[in-house]
């Protein structure tokens, strides 16, 4: 009879803590870049929540409860985006067509330069390797 080994979830609490100090963090390191080139508190923070749980400083039960809390509001922060949208629909009618055809053209420009990137990327790497291209 080998009891189940998987560990129980941390207390809610516990989770809103580690989360809470990720972000304070997160916030002093983003303080230190210049104003200039602004990084958001929360991509630091998820970068910072990477790296504590790819070296398993936090386990994923620590904060598995947490994290998935703040997923299932996701659309709901998302919504006033929405409403703002429609109320300005009358700027979308007059300049709609030209942010689709921003949007589309920007997309198309991103993907070319990160196929080239990732190409001249990967023949550096084969020629300092002495590897073969395939």
């Not at 689709?100 to 300092?128: R, W």
Request: glycine share 6%; hydrophobic share 55%; aromatic share 8%.
């Amino acid at each position: 009879m080998e009891k189940d080994k998987q560990p129980k979830d941390s207390n809610i609490y516990v989770q809103m803590g580690i989360f809470a100090a990720i972000l304070f963090v997160s916030q002093l390191i983003s303080d230190l870049f210049p104003k200039s080139f602004v990084v958001p508190t929360p991509l630091i923070g998820m970068v910072l929540l990477y790296i504590l749980l790819a070296c398993h400083i936090v386990k994923l039960h620590q904060v598995a409860k947490f994290g998935d809390f703040m997923i299932g509001l996701i659309a709901f922060l998302f919504v006033p985006s929405g409403i703002q949208l429609a109320a300005h629909l009358d700027i979308m009618k007059k300049e709609g067509l030209q942010d689709v055809i921003v949007i589309i053209i920007s997309t198309i420009i991103i993907l070319v330069v990160i196929a080239y990137v990732g190409a001249l990327v990967m023949s550096i790497h084969h020629k300092i390797t002495g590897t073969k291209e395939d």
